[in-house]
């Protein structure tokens, strides 16, 4: 079964570090391109980064030179570590497989909670 | 203010046809093709349409179309368990970026 599972969020101070980590199953991360998508409460889906098969990455403006996109090829895991973390960053973040088209996906994952908060 | 335009809110009738609408421009959606997301009571988004590709499992009610900088996500048939917020997102060259619509609410009366 096709799959992806997230894990690492939590409760994090303003200027602290996280590392998300989605694991998945079924397919062969490196690939893919594959992305973090986050949520923040109550609002829509926003895009954070990007990691195509060659190994190319892309990030949203807001996270940009906080947020390192990376995959681990042995693991087939993707992670995403976020760094000076802001109140603004508090969202459910969700990996998603592209779906063979640019800017498109077709699996995600469950997603996971980060709070940036004192 | 996202780069593409969705309807806030669209509603229907069980059994009607409606179509959500997702508006950007020659960088994303004139170049690109275009993913459609379901999302149910703020729970994982589920991929109901990319490109002209129906995922396996979701009912061939949901078609999509595109015309220019406009792409259309059409429900023929509308059930009630399709009341969802709706997303689009696609890539947008002259940004580098992914770049998703603000979601259309979608209730069914």
């Known amino acids: 079964e096709v799959q992806l599972v997230e894990s690492g969020g939590g409760l994090v101070q303003p200027g602290g570090s996280l590392r998300l980590s989605c694991a998945a199953s079924?397919?062969?991360?490196?690939?893919?391109?594959m992305s973090w998508v986050r949520q923040a409460p109550g609002k829509g889906l926003e895009w954070v980064s990007v990691?195509?098969?060659?190994?190319?990455?892309y990030y949203a403006d807001s996270v940009k030179g906080r947020f390192t996109i990376s995959r681990h090829n042995s693991k087939n895991t993707l992670y995403l570590q976020m760094n000076s973390l802001r109140a603004e960053d508090t969202a459910v973040y969700y990996c998603?497989?592209?779906?063979?088209?640019?800017?498109?996906?077709?699996?995600w994952g469950q997603g996971t909670m980060v709070t940036v908060s004192s | 203010q996202s780069a593409l335009t969705q309807e806030a809110s669209v509603s229907g009738t069980v059994g009607q046809k409606v179509t959500l609408s997702c508006t950007g421009n020659s960088n994303n959606i004139g170049s690109y093709a275009v993913g459609w997301y379901q999302q149910i009571s703020h729970g994982a988004p589920k991929t109901v349409m990319f490109g002209n590709s129906l995922p396996s499992g979701i009912p061939d009610r949901f078609s999509g179309s595109k015309s220019g900088t406009t792409a259309s996500l059409t429900i023929s048939g509308l059930q009630p368990e399709d009341e969802a917020d709706y997303y689009c997102s696609t890539w947008d060259y002259s940004l580098s970026a992914v770049v998703f619509g603000g979601g259309t609410k979608l209730t069914v009366l």
């Open positions: 998603a497989r592209g779906a063979g088209i640019a800017g498109a996906f077709d699996i």
């Open positions: 079924g397919f062969t991360v490196s690939s893919n391109y």
């Open positions: 990691i195509y098969s060659g190994g190319s990455t």
